[in-house]
C-alpha cells in the first residue's frame, strides 16, 4: 500500500503561529506522479501557498525541511471519525480521475513560538473525543510522526459480524439494572421488566440489536416518555394570588391550585389541547382533554401539521405551505462543542427535509456558563463556558453558511446554571409547495437510504441524550459525538425537492436519532419493514450489525419508493452525485425484521416496539420559594441609575451579539428583508427576523422567540407566560399579525424523576396552555430535552435553570409596512405603550447586584391587556403609523431606550412620571412587566396613532432628539443622562472576548 504526505504552507505568515496543512494519502496503486498532480491541482492555490510531497517513510520524514519553531503541534480527526477535508480530497481525486486514491486524511500543523506552552495549546486546539494530537519538542522524535500518520488511515481491525444473544430472561432487577446501565440503554426498572416479560413470552432472549433499537425507540429523546407520563401533582402551600387571577382566562394555573391533581401526559393534557381549542373550537373537549385522544385538525385549517411529523406546518398565501422545527442538541455540545452544535444544526435542517420542504432560514438559541468562570470552580470534565461558546458558536456557522441558509434570529444567553449542561438550540423554517408532503407508505415500497455512509459516529446518542451527565461521560460515550459533513446535505437538499416535485416517494423522514433503527422503526409501524444490513453502505469496515443499524452517522435520509419509481428516483440520485441504495421494503406482517446476510439481528412485533413501554407514572411536589419584598432602604442605597444602566448594557446576556451575528450568513439567497442587526450602521438589536419567502408575494413571515430562565427558578408557570408573551413582542414589534401566529415549545429541565423538578415542569406546560389558548397561537411542534443534570464523582448533582423556548411564526401581511427598533427622526414622539408594575423579581437588575432574584415579584402576563396590546400595535403598524417599535425585555424601559439610541445614533429625551408617583424611579427604569413596547410616532401620525390604540395603556414620554444622548427625567430631575459613546462602550463590552 503506496502512502505519501503533503505540505501546504502559506507564502505570508499572517498569524503569531505558522499553520501548515498536511495531507496523508493512501492507495494501493496510488504513484508519485498521482499524488504530485494533486498537489499541484487540488491541494493548495499557488498565488498564497507553497507545496511539496513525499512519501510517508521515515527516511522522507527525517529530511522534511521544517521551519524553525520552539515545538511543533499536529492536530488531526480520530479514525473513524468524519474528516470532511479528507473526504473533499477523495471526492476531488475522482473528478480528476485518480480512482487510485483509497484513503485521504488532513491534519492541520502549528509551529508554535517560544514562551508559548506547547500542552496548553494542543488543550485549546483538540477535542479529545473526536480528535488526537501529537507534540514534538526539539530533537522531534520522527518514528512518533510516522505512526501518528499510519495511525490515521490505518484500516479498523477486521472483525467477524455476529449477534449476541443478551441473558434476560433469568435476570434479577440488579441484573437488569446492570445491563442497562453498562449498555447505556438509559431504561429503567419498570421498562427492563417489560422486556425481559415479552422475551419470556416468546420463550427466547433479546438479540443485541433488539434490546438496543428497543432502548433507543423507547428512550427520553425519542418517546418523550415523561411528558407522557402520569404525573400526581401536589402543591405544598396555596398561591395568594390565585384570587386575583380569573379562571376563565388562567384556567390551568386554577387546575394547579387543587390540593392534588393527577394528569394523563402533559403533551396532551396542555400542549396538544390548547392548539385543538384554538384550531377547532368547535370540536374540542372541555379544558384540558383532547377530544379524540389525538389531535385532530379541521381539512382546510391554517395550521396544517401539528405534532405528528418532523416539523409543524402552517399555510402560507394560497399556493404555499411554511414549516418549523426547533430541536436542542445539549449533551453532545458539552462534550464536542464544535461537533455538537453543527450537527444539531445539520439535523434540524433534516427535520424540514422530512416534511418535503426547502430550508429557508435558520434559528439558534444558546445557553452557556458565564464567561468569567475561574477554571477551579468547575467541575472535573467540564469545559470552560468560553471555550464551549465559541465552538458552538463556529459549529453553528459552519453548517448554516455552507449549506447557504442564511442564520436570521435567536438569541445568546450566560448564566452559571448553564457551565456543565449548554444548550443548543437550533431551528429551520422550510418553504413547500401546498399538500406536497407525502404520508403514504405501503407495503412494497422500497426502503432506500439516501446521502452519507455510515459509521460508528453518535452510536447510543437518543439514550446518551437521556441521561445526565458525569464526570467520565466522555470516556464513555464518546462515540455518541459526531461531525456533520453540510456539502453532502447540499446534495441531498437538491435531490430530494426534485424528487418531491416529480413525487417519485409516498414518504420520508430523516435518519437522525436512533438511526436506521428509528426511520424505518417509525416509517414502518403501521404496516412492517424488512432491512437487510449488508446493503448499507460503510465509511469503513469493522461495524457489527448492531452497530450498523443504530449509527447516528449524519447527512442521511430514508425514504419510501414504490417500485415502479425506484429506477427514475435512483437515476436522479446517480445524475446529483447522492448515493442512494435499497436496503429493504415496506411489509404488511406487522414486524419489523433486520438481517444482516444469514444473521438475524432483529425480529420484533411493531406493536409492542412502539406500543409495549409501560407508562410511567411520576410524582410532582411543587415548593414555592419564598419571595421577599426589597425594603425601601435596600432601594434608597442602589448606586446611580446611570451606572446601573450602563453595568446592565454590560451584562452578557443585553450586551451586543454582533460579534455572533456577524459570523453567521444572515443575507444568503436574498429573502431576509428585516435582519437580526439593523440601524444606522446595521449593529443594533433588532427584535425579529422578517423574511420575503415568495418573490412573487408581498406577504413575508416575522420570526421571534422569547426566554428567561431567570424567572423559572421563582415560578416556570410565569416565565411560560413570559416566554410566549415575549415571542410574541418580538413579532409584533416588526410588524406580526399576532392572530397569524404559530409557535414552538422547547423545554429544558433536569430530571423529571425529582419531585421539585417535574413540579416545575408541570407548572411550565399549563403556562403555555394559558398563554396559547388566550393568544389564539397554537402550538405546532415542539422539543423536551430532560435529563440536563450533572453529576459529579462524589454524586452531587446540579440541574440547570428550568428553561423554556418559545419560538413564534407569524404571517406579515406586507413586507414593505415592516417596522425596525431604531430611532428615526429628531423630533418624533415616544410613547410607552403596556402598563408598568413593580415586577423585579428575577430580573436582570437583581443579577447585577447580586440579588437571588427572590426579592420581588417575577413579571408577570395580564392576558387580557397584552392580547390587545398586541392586536391594537398590529393595526398601527399596518397603517403606517410608527416610525420604530422595541419591545421590553431584560433591563426594562431604561435599556430598550438606550438601545434604540444605540441603533439610531440619535437622542432621547424621556419623562418617567407619567407612569405614576407609586412606582419608585429604579422600578420606573428597571421593571420587567411585560407586553409592554417602546414606539416612535411621527407628530402628524400622533392622533390617529392615539386613537387606534385607545383602550390601551399608553403614555407619551418624550421626544426623539438631535444629540446623541439618553436622558432620563423623574420626580423633577434627570435621574441618569448618558452619551452615545458611553453607552456603546459598556454595550459592546459583554462579549468582547468572543
Known amino acids: 500500500m503506496a502512502q505519501f504526505f503533503v505540505t501546504v504552507a502559506s507564502r505570508e505568515a ?40 513525499r512519501a510517508l517513510t521515515l527516511d522522507e520524514l527525517m529530511v522534511e525541511p521544517l521551519p524553525a519553531a520552539a515545538h511543533m503541534l499536529e492536530v488531526a480527526y480520530r479514525p473513524g471519525v468524519t474528516d470532511n477535508a479528507g473526504e473533499s480530497v477523495l471526492e476531488g481525486a475522482r473528478r480528476l480521475g485518480i480512482a487510485v486514491l483509497d484513503q485521504a486524511r488532513m491534519v492541520r500543523r502549528y509551529l508554535l513560538t517560544s514562551g508559548v506552552d506547547p500542552a496548553a495549546r494542543a488543550a485549546e486546539l483538540t477535542i479529545d473525543l473526536v480528535q488526537t494530537s501529537l507534540i514534538a519538542v526539539p530533537g522531534i522524535d520522527h518514528r512518533s510522526r510516522l505512526r501518528f500518520y499510519q495511525d490515521l488511515i490505518s484500516p479498523p481491525a477486521h472483525v467477524q459480524p455476529r449477534v449476541v444473544r443478551v441473558a434476560l430472561r433469568e435476570a434479577d432487577d440488579a ?41 433507543q425507540t423507547w428512550s427520553e429523546h425519542c418517546s418523550h416518555k415523561s411528558f407522557k407520563a402520569k404525573v400526581r401533582y401536589r402543591r405544598a402551600t396555596p398561591d395568594q394570588r390565585a384570587a386575583a387571577l380569573d379562571p376563565q382566562l388562567y384556567p390551568a394555573f386554577h387546575l394547579l391550585e387543587q390540593d392534588e391533581v393527577e394528569l394523563n401526559s402533559l403533551i396532551k393534557t396542555f400542549l396538544m389541547a390548547a392548539t385543538e381549542r384554538i384550531v377547532a373550537p368547535e370540536s374540542a373537549a372541555a379544558h384540558f382533554t383532547l377530544a379524540h385522544g389525538s389531535l385532530r385538525l379541521p381539512e382546510h385549517a391554517w395550521v396544517r401539521s401539528a405534532f405528528v411529523d418532523n416539523a409543524g406546518i402552517i399555510a402560507f398565501g394560497p399556493a404555499h405551505e411554511v414549516s418549523f422545527k426547533v430541536e436542542t442538541h445539549n449533551h453532545p455540545s458539552a462534550l464536542e462543542p464544535f461537533g455538537g452544535a453543527n450537527t444539531g444544526v445539520g439535523g434540524v435542517i433534516r427535520d424540514v427535509l422530512g416534511v418535503s420542504a426547502e430550508p429557508i432560514a435558520n434559528t439558534d438559541v444558546l445557553c452557556f456558563g458565564m464567561p468569567d468562570t475561574p477554571a477551579e470552580a468547575l467541575q472535573p470534565g467540564v469545559l470552560h463556558p468560553q471555550r464551549v461558546a465559541l465552538g458552538v458558536v463556529a459549529g453553528v456557522r459552519d453548517y448554516g453558511n455552507k449549506l447557504g441558509i442564511p442564520t436570521v434570529n435567536g438569541a445568546v444567553l450566560f448564566d452559571s446554571g448553564y457551565s456543565a449542561n449548554p444548550l443548543v438550540y437550533a431551528g429551520t423554517v422550510g418553504l413547500a409547495p401546498r399538500d406536497a408532503h407525502p404520508r403514504n407508505v405501503a407495503p412494497g415500497d422500497v426502503i432506500v437510504l439516501l446521502g452519507g455512509h455510515t459509521g460508528r459516529d453518535g452510536i447510543h446518542g437518543a439514550t446518551f441524550s437521556s441521561i445526565e451527565l458525569t464526570h467520565d461521560t466522555a470516556a464513555t460515550v464518546g462515540s455518541a459525538v459526531q461531525i456533520g459533513d453540510p456539502i453532502t446535505e447540499k446534495k441531498l437538499l437538491d435531490v430530494l425537492l426534485q424528487a418531491r416535485d416529480q413525487r417519485l416517494y409516498s414518504a420520508i423522514t430523516d435518519c437522525g436519532a436512533g438511526g436506521l433503527s428509528s426511520a424505518v422503526g417509525e416509517m414502518g409501524a403501521g404496516c412492517g419493514a424488512h432491512v437487510t444490513l449488508e446493503r448499507v453502505p460503510l465509511k469503513y469496515a469493522g461495524l457489527q450489525p448492531w452497530e450498523i443499524w443504530l449509527s447516528e452517522a449524519q447527512e442521511r435520509m430514508v425514504l419510501a419508493v414504490p417500485p415502479t419509481n425506484l429506477n427514475a428516483f435512483l437515476a436522479l440520485c446517480e445524475a446529483e452525485d447522492v448515493e442512494a441504495t435499497a436496503i429493504g421494503t415496506f411489509t404488511a406482517d406487522g414486524r419489523l425484521r433486520v438481517n444482516y446476510k444469514e444473521l438475524e439481528v432483529v425480529d420484533l412485533a411493531m406493536e409492542f416496539l412502539h406500543d409495549g413501554l409501560p407508562q410511567r407514572v411520576l410524582e410532582a411536589l411543587w415548593q414555592s420559594p419564598e419571595r421577599q419584598p426589597i425594603h425601601a432602604a435596600e432601594g434608597a442605597a442602589l448606586p446611580a441609575s446611570a451606572n446601573l444602566l450602563l453595568q446592565l448594557l454590560a451584562h452578557p446576556n443585553i450586551s451586543s451579539k454582533e460579534r455572533v451575528v456577524r459570523t453567521y450568513d ?32 408581498q406577504r413575508g413571515l416575522a420570526l421571534g422567540c422569547g426566554i428567561n430562565p431567570r424567572y423559572g427558578r421563582i415560578d416556570p408557570y410565569w416565565m411560560a407566560l413570559a416566554a410566549v408573551d415575549e415571542a410574541l413582542r418580538n413579532v409584533v414589534a416588526v410588524g406580526g399579525d399576532p392572530g397569524r401566529t404559530a409557535i414552538l415549545d422547547n423545554f429544558c429541565w433536569g430530571d423529571p424523576r425529582q419531585p421539585d423538578r417535574m413540579a416545575g415542569l408541570v407548572r411550565a406546560a399549563a403556562g403555555c396552555y394559558d398563554a396559547a389558548v388566550a393568544f389564539g397561537t397554537p402550538f405546532i411542534s415542539g422539543k423536551d430535552s430532560l435529563n440536563n443534570e450533572y453529576r459529579d464523582a462524589a454524586g452531587q ?59 420581588g415579584q417575577v413579571p408577570q402576563v395580564d392576558l387580557v391587556a397584552a392580547r390587545a396590546t398586541f392586536a391594537a400595535l398590529h ?56 407586553s409592554r413596547f417602546l414606539v416612535e410616532v411621527r407628530p402628524g401620525d400622533a392622533a390617529a396613532f392615539e386613537s387606534v390604540l385607545a383602550g390601551v395603556a399608553l403614555v407619551e414620554l418624550g421626544a426623539v432628539q438631535h444629540e446623541a444622548l439618553l436622558r432620563l427625567r423623574a420626580d423633577g430631575q434627570i435621574v441618569a443622562e448618558v452619551e452615545l459613546d458611553a453607552l456603546r462602550q459598556a454595550w459592546q463590552a459583554g462579549l468582547s472576548w468572543m
Not at 801 to 815: F, G, K, R, Y
Request: proline share 4%; aromatic share 2%.
Open 797 to 855: 448533582r446540579v440541574a440547570i435553570p428550568p428553561t423554556l423556548l418559545i419560538s413564534a411564526l407569524a404571517e406579515v401581511p406586507d413586507v414593505r409596512r415592516c417596522v425596525s427598533m431604531d430611532l428615526k427622526q429628531a423630533g418624533n414622539r415616544i410613547y410607552l405603550v403596556g402598563a408598568t408594575r413593580a415586577e423585579l423579581g428575577g430580573s436582570h437588575l437583581d443579577a447585577i447586584l447580586g440579588r437571588d432574584g427572590l426579592a
Open 175 to 215: 441484573e437488569l439494572l446492570r445491563i442497562s446501565r453498562d449498555g447505556i440503554l438509559a431504561l429503567d426498572l419498570a421498562e427492563m421488566h417489560a422486556v425481559r416479560d415479552h422475551f419470556v413470552a416468546l420463550g427466547r432472549d433479546p438479540s443485541d440489536g433488539e434490546l438496543e433499537t428497543l432502548a
Open 666 to 697: 444572515h443575507e444568503v439567497r436574498g429573502a431576509t428583508i428585516l435582519k437580526p442587526l439593523v440601524g444606522v450602521a446595521l449593529d443594533g438589536p433588532g427584535d425579529a427576523a422578517v423574511l420575503q419567502p415568495v418573490a412573487t408575494m
Open 875 to 930: 393595526g398601527a403598524i399596518t397603517q403606517g403609523l410608527v416610525a420604530a417599535c422595541h419591545d421590553l425585555s431584560e433591563g426594562g424601559l431604561a435599556v430598550a431606550a438606550a438601545e434604540m439610541v444605540l441603533a439610531g445614533h440619535l437622542g432621547l429625551d424621556l419623562e418617567l412620571d407619567a407612569l405614576g408617583g407609586e412606582l419608585d424611579v429604579t422600578t420606573r427604569l428597571f421593571s420587567e412587566t411585560p
Open 14 to 53: 499572517t498569524h503569531p503561529e505558522t499553520i501548515q496543512t498536511i495531507y496523508v494519502l493512501e492507495g494501493l496503486a496510488l504513484r508519485l506522479a498521482d499524488v504530485a498532480r494533486l498537489a499541484t491541482e487540488l491541494l493548495h492555490d499557488p498565488v498564497t501557498e507553497t507545496v511539496t510531497w
